[in-house]
């Protein structure tokens, strides 16, 4: 029997197999192609494939959630004519076992954690850019957006379905060590795919985004995100702030890290609260010799107890343990205190690195004890093509949640 996921998946497959067979010729804006056609059909192709087991065992569900998910990216980069180029992009993702977890669209909620995973196929990335201007490129279309460290705006690369966006943007780099960014966004494709009511908002917000690297012993970045969301309106937000992180080299391969930063944040628009919350990072540590020990606290202010600091694009898994208990601020803020030990190895075992990370949660308004968490990593980067990695979080709760390990296994290929 064919049905939707059968037809579906076979176009995938078949197209990847006709576009990786392709002859191609890549072409760079510093090799420009003679002709449209040209352009187009010396292209550069690329496949990313992911295919990952997650456990979940939560305190309040008699049953773990157990999902085997893969994710597949196809794309095609054209070359450039007359300083135009363009990315097409697809992703499909399927459970390919059982489905004994919560993918939030499948009705199990009842029964099982959740791993927000739903199968889904769509495009992923489509967008035009010019670089035809000194220093300056201009892209609009769907796009995958990292701005720094993720923080406040990123594509969710964990998850198996990217939150990207439909955008207007522009990267300026005509000044000596300067980056400058801004975007217009008017829709947000979340992690959740296309067959969720939460799967897409509607927007009509601006980011601004400047970097200048021409210091010593680090960079410095200002920023404005200026969130206007017309589906969630206490999403609406104006993100304001400075960011400082480097590195000063103090021996032979030795280092001093430090971060730096502060936001301020207040509602906007048709964001009924009425805030301003503040944001703060403070993180010092060492590096030598493959060898990184840091410390971090990190603050997501509070309203009195009546709101959080809200960070509704960003990379969440990224941040305040990998359990993911803090993806929504508490109402009364979050203070959170981690240690982080990471080693890359060198010689043999190139490629393979370790890292644990332990937290201390807190609220910001009260001082209340929300609970630890402890975060391990192995990863092995096989070649540039293949990787491999097993990551476990476990979160013990005091006042916050409930009790929560998850353990992921994670194969990765890209060509």
């Known amino acids: 029997m064919f049905t939707v996921r059968t037809v579906t998946r076979s176009l995938l497959l078949a197209s990847t197999t006709a576009i990786l067979s392709m002859p191609m010729t890549a072409h760079s804006a510093e090799d420009p192609a003679d002709s449209l056609a040209e352009a187009v059909t010396g292209g550069t192709a690329y496949l990313n494939v992911r295919l990952r087991y997650e456990n979940v065992d939560q305190a309040n569900f008699t049953e773990d959630a157990n999902a085997f998910t893969i994710r597949t990216k196809l794309g095609y980069k054209t070359g450039t004519y007359e300083g ?13 076992a059982d489905e004994k977890y919560n993918n939030t669209i499948n009705g199990l909620g009842a029964i099982y954690p959740v791993v927000a995973d739903p199968s889904h196929t769509e495009v992923n990335q489509a967008y035009l850019s010019f670089t035809g201007l000194d220093g300056t490129k201009i892209s609009a279309g769907r796009q995958s957006i990292n701005l720094g460290n993720q923080r ?8 198996q379905n990217d939150q990207n966006l439909d955008s207007v943007t522009v990267v300026n780099t005509s000044l000596p060590d300067t980056k400058f960014f801004y975007g217009y966004v008017w829709n947000v494709n979340r992690i959740f795919g296309n067959d969720s009511p939460a799967g897409d908002h509607s927007s009509n917000s601006h980011l601004f985004n400047a970097e200048y690297s021409g210091f010593e012993y680090g960079t410095v970045t200002a920023y404005a995100y200026l969130l206007d969301n017309n589906d969630v309106a206490g999403f609406s937000t104006n993100t304001i702030g400075v960011r400082f992180a480097g590195k000063a080299k103090v021996a032979d391969k030795t280092h001093v890290l430090y971060e730096l930063e502060y936001a301020n944040q207040t509602d906007a628009k048709d964001n009924p609260g009425d805030y301003s919350v503040n944001y703060i990072l403070a993180s010092g540590g060492v590096g030598f010799a493959g060898a990184s020990l840091t410390a971090t606290y990190e603050s997501l202010g509070s309203d009195d107890g009546n709101v959080g600091f809200a960070t509704p694009l960003a990379t969440l898994h990224k941040f305040n343990g990998w359990a993911d208990k803090f993806l929504a601020t508490p109402a009364a803020g979050l203070d959170d205190l981690y240690f982080t030990g990471a ?26 004890d929300y609970g630890t968490e402890l975060d391990l990593l192995v990863a092995y980067a096989i070649d540039k093509n293949y990787s491999v990695a097993v990551k476990y979080a476990d979160y013990n709760a005091d006042t916050y949640s409930v009790d929560t390990r998850k353990l992921w296994f994670t194969i990765g290929l890209k060509y």
């Open 84 to 96: 135009f180029s363009g990315v097409v992009e697809f992703e499909d993702s399927r459970n390919l």
């Open 152 to 159: 406040f705006v990123g594509t969710v690369g964990w998850r």
């Open 343 to 368: 080693y890359k190895f060198d010689g043999a075992l190139k490629g393979l690195k370790a890292a644990a990370t332990y937290h201390k949660f807190t609220s910001r308004f009260g001082d209340v």
